[in-house]
């Protein structure tokens, strides 16, 4: 009888960047929104607020993210490049440095210079990245799929408070977004923990007390330099 494992580990560039980008868009578009609201502007200030707040926070995010995973993907092909070297100057070396990696994980020696040898025949740059360098097809950077993914998340995200903003307008907006985006966090928490396999208790609590601190300090802002105008 056959037995299939799902693993989740493959879905850690794509998930924290979508899960990153949904965060922030509900945690500073709301955290913005009341601020603004908390200093008694007008709901169209409000909403203006949060509309700029969208459309800078997702291409931010897209930017950044791209940066950032670049950086990693340039990282990567350098240190490939420095492997192709060495295994097209010192062939030989480079099976005894996979060979003593193997060991170093349990097999013994014979069997591991035989893994290597093996494995070098089939694809030595693949073997002595994956496990030498620690890189593998699964896992690699991909710049423009986080970039779209933070972007896209993001700006979903920053549009339920919005939302929420428009429906509901005078004294009753700050406490209907906040509490609606309290709510839209602890969903996203415990989604985004479903997904990675943690406890989904666990997820929902981080994300929304973090929430629930921005949105705090935020309206704190807001009162003391709506008085002071």
């Known amino acids: 009888m056959s037995h299939s494992e799902v693993h989740?580990?493959?879905r850690v560039g794509w998930l924290r960047a979508a899960v990153l980008g949904a965060n922030d868009g509900i945690v500073s578009t709301a955290s913005l929104i009341i601020g603004v609201a908390a200093a008694s502007s007008a709901q169209e200030g409000i909403l203006l607020a949060g509309l700029a707040g969208l459309v800078a926070g997702a291409m931010s995010m897209a930017a950044g993210e791209y940066v950032s995973v670049s950086s990693q993907s340039d990282t990567e092909k350098a240190?490939?490049?420095?492997?192709?070297?060495s295994l097209e100057q010192d062939f030989e070396s480079e099976k005894e440095e996979l060979a003593l990696i193997y060991e170093g994980r349990g097999l013994e020696s014979a069997l591991a210079k035989q893994v290597a040898e093996q494995l070098m025949a089939h694809d030595a740059l693949g073997a002595h990245a994956r496990d030498e360098i620690g890189i593998s097809e699964s896992v690699s950077a991909q710049p423009v799929q986080a970039a779209f993914s933070s972007a896209v998340t993001f700006t979903v995200g920053a549009a339920l408070p919005l939302v929420a903003a428009w429906f509901v307008p005078g004294s009753?907006?700050?406490?209907v977004?906040?509490?609606s985006s309290l709510v839209f966090l602890a969903l996203l928490g415990g989604i985004a923990a479903s997904a990675g396999g943690a406890s989904i208790a666990i997820g929902a609590i981080r994300v929304t007390f973090w929430g629930a601190l921005a949105m705090a300090l935020t309206a704190g802002v807001g009162r003391i330099f709506g008085v002071v105008a």
């Open 8 to 10: 989740r580990s493959h």
């Open 79 to 85: 240190d490939l490049a420095i492997e192709k070297r």
């Open 172 to 175: 009753q907006l700050i406490s």
């Open 177 to 179: 977004v906040a509490v």
